[in-house]
């Protein structure tokens, strides 16, 4: 029997949907002005340029909105972490990922009012949403408006660095996306996880 619960309230499917064009955008934007051959770019270079810029402010935006709503509505409660036993609960899902899922067994962690995400997720959203992210955006500001930067740090050029950060932490939340559109599809059925995030209500048996 399906069991639907509302997790996901409206401005939460909005943010999510913000955060995710502008996130793509910027994959986009980023890959081109960083890899593409000048002669023949991905996407035209100042074209590149002012997309990058528009959809990194309107990130920035949406990233405080999603602040907001988690200390303003319930949504906060979920990103709450007990470190007793997690180490253990971690291992568990991880296990689960790897083998239990390919068996038909059940999640060991299953979603409730209570709980959103496994204590994996759970550990990987924290560290992408507020460890990730905040420095994105930092250095995004910051490459924006260079003239605040450091000039030098170490003998090196601070502009240098604060780029190389960037791009590292744009490296590392391609991946968390790549994971986590793969993820997704682990749900009740394949496109269940994806429909949650149009109706609000995730589906489990």
């Known amino acids: 029997m399906t069991q639907k619960l509302y997790l996901y309230p409206i401005w939460l499917r909005i943010w999510h949907a913000i955060n995710a064009l502008m996130f793509l955008t910027l994959i986009l934007t980023g890959i081109s002005l960083q890899f593409s051959n000048p002669e023949a770019p991905l996407i035209r270079f100042d074209f590149a340029v002012t997309y990058h810029n528009i959809a990194g402010v309107i990130l920035?935006?949406?990233?405080?909105?999603?602040?907001?709503?988690?200390?303003?509505?319930?949504?906060?409660?979920?990103?709450?972490?007990?470190?007793?036993?997690?180490?253990?609960?971690?291992?568990?899902?991880?296990?689960?990922?790897?083998?239990?899922?390919?068996?038909?067994?059940?999640?060991?962690?299953?979603?409730?009012?209570?709980?959103?995400?496994?204590?994996?997720?759970?550990?990987?959203?924290?560290?992408?949403?507020?460890?990730?992210?905040?420095?994105?955006?930092?250095?995004?500001?910051?490459?924006?408006?260079?003239?605040?930067?450091?000039?030098?740090?170490?003998?090196?050029?601070?502009?240098?660095?604060?780029?190389?950060?960037?791009?590292?932490?744009?490296?590392?939340?391609?991946?968390?996306?790549a994971i986590h559109v793969y993820f997704s599809t682990m749900g009740s059925t394949p496109t269940s996880n994806f429909k949650s995030m149009i109706d609000g209500y995730h589906e489990s048996h």
Do not use: C, W
């Open 60 to 177: 920035s935006i949406n990233y405080l909105i999603f602040l907001l709503g988690n200390l303003t509505t319930g949504n906060g409660k979920f990103y709450k972490i007990r470190l007793k036993g997690l180490v253990d609960q971690i291992i568990k899902q991880i296990k689960y990922y790897m083998f239990g899922t390919f068996k038909g067994e059940h999640t060991p962690f299953p979603v409730n009012k209570e709980r959103k995400f496994n204590p994996l997720q759970k550990v990987t959203y924290i560290g992408t949403m507020y460890m990730l992210i905040p420095i994105m955006i930092i250095t995004g500001l910051a490459l924006l408006f260079p003239e605040f930067i450091i000039e030098n740090v170490l003998n090196l050029s601070g502009i240098y660095l604060t780029a190389l950060l960037h791009g590292i932490v744009g490296f590392l939340l391609l991946m968390f996306l």
